[in-house]
């Protein structure tokens, strides 16, 4: 099994900035992908943004220029850095990660992060 941990939601003002981190722990063998998604009220769950096994990054076009993923192998931790935020990024964001050859996603919890206009 694999366990995600998130932290670092909260309520900032538009233009500020947030930290996002997320810990795996369990069953971590094989990571094909680590990321974020998003969820807004009413409204379906977004890829936000993801680190694939090789490095290589993919944003939403609505969050590119500012947030910006980043990974730690030595920690199992993924990082999204979100500056220059708007009340459109309000949602509660989700961690995942995926193995390769498997078919499982594997969620966090959810942390909300509140964007005051």
């Known amino acids: 099994q694999v366990q995600l941990v998130e932290s670092g939601g909260g309520l900032v003002q538009a233009g500020g900035s947030l930290r996002l981190s997320c810990a795996a722990s369990?069953?971590?063998?094989?990571?094909?992908?680590m990321g974020w998604y998003r969820q807004a009220p009413g409204k379906q769950r977004v890829l936000v943004a993801r680190v694939i096994t090789s490095g290589s990054t993919n944003y939403a076009d609505s969050v590119k220029g500012r947030f910006t993923i980043s990974r730690d192998k030595g920690k199992n931790t993924v990082y999204l850095q979100m500056n220059s935020l708007k009340p459109e990024d309000t949602a509660v964001y989700y961690c995942?990660?995926?193995?390769?050859?498997?078919?499982?996603?594997?969620w966090g919890q959810g942390t909300q992060v509140t964007v005051s206009s």
């Open positions: 995942y990660l995926t193995r390769l050859g498997m078919s499982s996603t594997y």
């Open positions: 369990g069953s971590i063998f094989s990571i094909n992908a």
